[in-house]
């Protein structure tokens, strides 16, 4: 069993920074995808970047075009933890973040039904 477990949200004004980190408890494949992914109030759960590995040392990463040149998804295996640099915040940033992982490594990143664990999400709110 797998458990996500996320910290590093608050609250910044648009144009700040954030970093999220992702803690992995449990047996992580050497090829998986991690991801991040974020729920905005009234929206559906949207990819927002993925991190998959060949194995525990290579890999490859890839981001949603809203968030292209802002965030970078990166990991630390020593720390079992997924981190989200977040710059240049916007308004339209804010949301409920979520880490997922599934040892699918064959998994549609942007798809968050392809995902089966997940952890309890962090809030980011960006105000202008």
């Known amino acids: 069993q797998v458990q996500l477990v996320e910290s590093g949200g608050g609250s910044v004004q648009a144009g700040g920074s954030l970093r999220l980190s992702c803690t992995f408890f449990?047996?992580?494949?050497?090829?998986?995808?991690m991801g991040w992914f974020r729920q905005a109030p009234g929206k559906e759960r949207e990819g927002v970047a993925v991190?998959?590995?060949?194995?525990?040392?290579?890999?490859?990463?890839d981001y949603a075009d809203f968030v292209k040149g802002r965030f970078t998804i990166s990991q630390d295996n020593a720390k079992n933890t997924l981190y989200l640099e977040m710059h240049s915040l916007k308004p339209e940033d804010t949301g409920m973040y979520y880490c997922a992982y599934t040892p699918r490594y064959g998994a549609r990143w942007s798809n968050p039904s392809d995902f089966g664990y997940w952890g309890q999400g962090t809030q980011v709110t960006v105000s202008s």
């Open positions: 991190l998959k590995r060949f194995n525990s040392r290579s890999g490859y990463t």
């Open positions: 449990g047996a992580i494949d050497s090829a998986s995808c």
